[in-house]
C-alpha cells in the first residue's frame, strides 16, 4: 500500500451526522440558531464589560477572555459543520485540519488554565478578602490571562507540529464532525507511539492540573464560607462562585465524557454529541449562565438601554 504524506496535498473526509436530509436540515437550523446566539451573547458580554465601570473587576475580566475563547472555538468549529450538514460530508484539506485541530485544542486548552485562574481569584476574594484588591490588581490579572493564553497555544502547537509529521495512508474518512486528534490517528499508518505519549503528557498539564487547582481552590473556599456564622453570609459567598462551578461541571463533565472514558463505552454518535456539547453548546450556555445569575451584568444592561433612551 503506497503511503502518503502531509505533503502529499491528500484531502480528508468529514463524514459529520450520517442521517436523512430533514434531520441534517433541522440540525443546521438548530446550529445556526445557537451559533447566532452564541456570538451575539459573547460579543454583548465583551461590550458590557469593556464599557461598564461597575464591571471593571477582575472576575468580569476573566469572563470577557472567556467569551473571547467562546467565539474563536465556536466559529472554528461551527461554519465548516454548516458545510458538512449541506452536502452530507465534506472534503477538508491536510493544512485546514491541522488548522482547525490547532485552534480548537488551543482554544480547549486556554479555557482550562483559565477556568483555574477563576477559581483562583474566587479563591482570593473569599479567604483572602482584605488583600483581594492588593492580590488581584488589574496588572495581575492582564499577566494571568496573557499567561493561560500563551500556555494553552504554545503546548498544542508543540504537540499539533509532531502531529503534522504523521504518515497517512489507506482511507482517508475520518468519522468526526471536525477534525479531532483521535479520528485522526485512527487513519495514521506511521508510528503513533511517541503522539499518545505527548497526549498523556499534555493531558497532566492542561486537564488534570488545572481540574486539581479548581479541586483545591474550592475546598478552601467551602472551609471558609462554613465558618462564616450567618447563613445570609454563607450564602452570598457562595452565590459568587455558583456560576463559575455550573461552567467548569458543564465543561470538564463533557470534557472527560469524551476524552477519558474508554472508547469502547461511548458509541460514534454519542461522542459526536458529547462533542457537540463542548464545542457548539457550552459556549452558548456560558454567557447566559453569568449573565442569569449575575445581578452586575444585568445592571450594565439596563444602563445601557437607559443611556440610549436618554440620547
Known amino acids: 500500500m503506497e503511503e502518503k504524506n502531509l505533503t502529499d496535498g491528500i484531502e480528508f473526509f468529514l463524514v459529520g451526522f450520517q442521517c436523512s436530509q430533514n434531520v441534517r436540515m433541522f440540525l443546521f437550523c438548530l446550529l445556526l440558531v445557537v451559533y447566532c446566539g452564541t456570538i451575539c451573547g459573547n460579543l454583548l ?4 464589560v469593556s464599557s461598564s465601570k461597575i464591571l471593571h473587576t477582575p472576575m468580569y475580566f476573566f469572563i470577557s477572555q472567556l467569551s473571547i475563547s467562546d467565539i474563536l472555538l465556536t466559529t472554528e468549529i461551527v461554519p465548516n459543520l454548516f458545510h458538512i450538514l449541506l452536502n452530507n460530508g465534506a472534503a477538508i484539506t491536510v493544512i485546514g485540519c491541522i488548522t482547525q485541530l490547532y485552534f480548537f485544542c488551543g482554544s480547549e486548552a486556554f479555557e482550562c488554565f483559565l477556568l483555574a485562574v477563576m477559581s483562583y481569584d474566587r479563591y482570593v476574594a473569599i479567604c483572602n ?4 484588591s492588593t492580590i488581584m490588581t488589574s496588572g495581575h490579572c492582564v499577566i494571568l490571562s496573557i499567561t493561560c493564553w500563551l ?19 489507506g482511507s482517508n474518512v475520518i ?22 505519549i505527548q497526549i498523556y503528557i499534555v493531558g497532566i498539564v492542561v486537564l488534570l492540573i488545572p481540574a486539581l487547582i ?4 474550592y475546598a478552601s473556599i ?12 454563607r450564602q452570598k459567598a457562595f452565590s459568587t462562585c455558583s456560576s463559575h462551578l ?13 476524552y477519558i472514558v474508554p472508547p469502547k463505552d461511548l458509541t460514534i454518535s454519542m461522542s459526536k454529541i458529547l462533542s457537540l456539547l463542548y464545542t ?32
Open 280 to 311: 457548539v453548546f457550552t459556549p452558548l450556555i456560558n454567557p447566559i449562565i453569568y449573565s442569569l445569575r449575575n445581578k452586575d451584568i444585568r445592571k450594565a444592561v439596563q444602563e445601557i438601554f437607559a443611556k440610549r433612551e436618554i440620547l
Open 222 to 233: 467551602a472551609r471558609a464560607v462554613l465558618r462564616i456564622p450567618s447563613s445570609t453570609g
Open 175 to 196: 468519522d468526526h464532525l471536525f477534525c479531532d486528534l483521535m479520528p485522526l490517528l485512527e487513519l495514521a499508518c506511521s508510528d503513533t507511539f511517541i503522539i499518545h
Open 45 to 48: 458580554i465583551i461590550t458590557l
Open 246 to 258: 455550573i461552567v467548569v461541571s458543564i465543561f470538564y463533565g463533557s470534557m472527560f465524557s469524551v
Open 151 to 169: 500556555l494553552g497555544f504554545s503546548i498544542i502547537l508543540i504537540h499539533v507540529i509532531e502531529t503534522a509529521r504523521i504518515t497517512f495512508c
Open 129 to 132: 478578602p482584605l488583600r483581594y
Open 214 to 217: 479548581i479541586v483545591t481552590s
